[in-house]
């Protein structure tokens, strides 16, 4: 059974810095794509970035604009969300996720695996 831990969430000031983690379970060369994504309340769960586990091939959502980056280790099955210049807007709780094949890897429903979430809140 695959489980994806997420952590490093918490409370920062606009213009801060948070990273992420996710530790998998099982192997990750086993997955073609891990992923983030994010959900704040009422809104719908939306693509923040995902990396390729052959080649490292990364993709982010428009609204990232050069502030997070999104890097793997394969010797411990993490995945990381380095997040810089935080924003109010970027308040949510965030959630990594992995597959093994699929299409579009911004889509919520290519990923049949997913941590928990962690929550990001970010105060101005």
């Known amino acids: 059974q695959v489980q994806l831990v997420e952590s490093g969430g918490g409370l920062v000031q606009a213009g801060g810095s948070l990273r992420l983690s996710c530790a998998a379970s099982t192997r990750t060369f086993t997955f073609n794509v891990m992923g983030w994504f994010r959900q704040a309340p009422g809104k719908e769960r939306e693509f923040v970035a995902a990396?390729?586990?052959?080649?490292?091939?990364?993709y982010y959502g428009d609204f990232v604009k050069g502030r997070f980056t999104i890097s793997r280790d394969n010797a411990k099955n993490t995945v990381y969300l380095q997040m810089n210049n935080l924003k109010p807007e970027d308040t949510a709780v965030y959630y990594c996720s992995a597959r093994r094949a699929g299409w579009d890897i911004t889509q919520v429903d290519q990923y049949p695996y997913w941590g928990q979430g962690t929550q990001v809140t970010v105060s101005s």
């Open positions: 990396i390729r586990w052959s080649g490292g091939s990364t």
